[in-house]
């Protein structure tokens, strides 16, 4: 990833080395606030521009959870779906994804996509 950053002509920043790490480290998809109170040392304009740029060059991805507050994680080699519960709020990650499956029915070739699927956790059942 800061390959990335370096080979599209952009600065490896410590703001930017941090948002990094910070998304590294997270077992979720954070929102651009709690990526800020996880560093202290830099603002949130910085962070903000930088998830930005990071989205630009496709390191992030946006994940959308339908409270309309976007998240984001580093893109995988295999991405992931989540499973959030409705009272807790607890996420899982899901490794399954029917790409396959929808472009095949549809003859569509999928570009992008998002889902999270909303339930009751193991804990709050």
Do not use: W
């Not at 954070?30 to 040392?41: A, R, V």
């Amino acid at each position: 990833m800061k390959v990335k950053i370096r080979d599209n002509g952009f600065k490896l920043t410590r703001p930017r080395e941090l948002v990094l790490e910070v998304l590294d480290n997270s077992k979720q998809p954070l929102t651009l606030n709690e990526i800020h109170l996880k560093i202290n040392d830099i603002d949130f304009a910085s962070v903000y521009r930088n998830i930005k740029l990071f989205k630009s060059l496709e390191l992030v991805s946006e994940v959308l959870y339908g409270d309309k507050t976007p998240r984001y994680e580093l893109k995988e080699k295999v991405h992931r779906h989540h499973v959030v519960c409705a009272r807790c709020g607890k996420v899982k990650k899901v490794d399954i994804c029917l790409i396959d499956t929808v472009e095949k029915n549809t003859g569509f070739k999928i570009i992008d996509h998002s889902v999270v699927m909303r339930g009751i956790c193991p804990d709050c059942l």
